[in-house]
């Protein structure tokens, strides 16, 4: 079983960064494929950036391609996205999601979510 905690959402103004963390407990986190997804009001969640846990591939949505970067601590058993140029369309609740599965843009493929972290840009 793993347990994955998010950390660092707020509200900020467009053009900012915000960068959330996911801690993992539970599992190491470098044993699982990672992933960041979001869910805006009335909208269905979605792909954000994952990263695979062999190879350490990493992909991401196409709108956040440039300003977005997942990346992990292993020591530390933490996964980051780190957000920049902010805009009031990245509003949305971001979770967090660990899993073994090759599906790594579907939220199908997780095994493992967090409670998520409200992130608000404004304009």
């Known amino acids: 079983q793993v347990q994955l905690v998010e950390s660092g959402g707020g509200l900020v103004r467009a053009g900012d960064s915000l960068r959330l963390s996911c801690a993992a407990s539970?599992?190491?986190?470098?044993?699982?494929?990672v992933g960041w997804f979001r869910q805006a009001p009335g909208k269905e969640r979605e792909f954000v950036a994952g990263s695979r846990r062999i190879s350490g591939d990493t992909y991401y949505k196409d709108s956040v391609k440039g300003r977005f970067t997942i990346s992990r601590n292993n020591a530390m058993n933490t996964v980051y996205l780190q957000m920049n140029s902010l805009r009031p369309e990245d509003t949305a609740v971001y979770y967090c999601?660990?899993?073994?599965?090759?599906?790594?843009?579907?939220?199908?493929?997780?095994?493992?979510w967090g409670q998520g972290t409200q992130v608000t840009v404004s304009s």
């Open positions: 539970g599992r190491a986190a470098s044993s699982l494929n």
């Open positions: 999601a660990a899993g073994s599965s090759l599906r790594i843009g579907v939220a199908a493929g997780y095994d493992y």
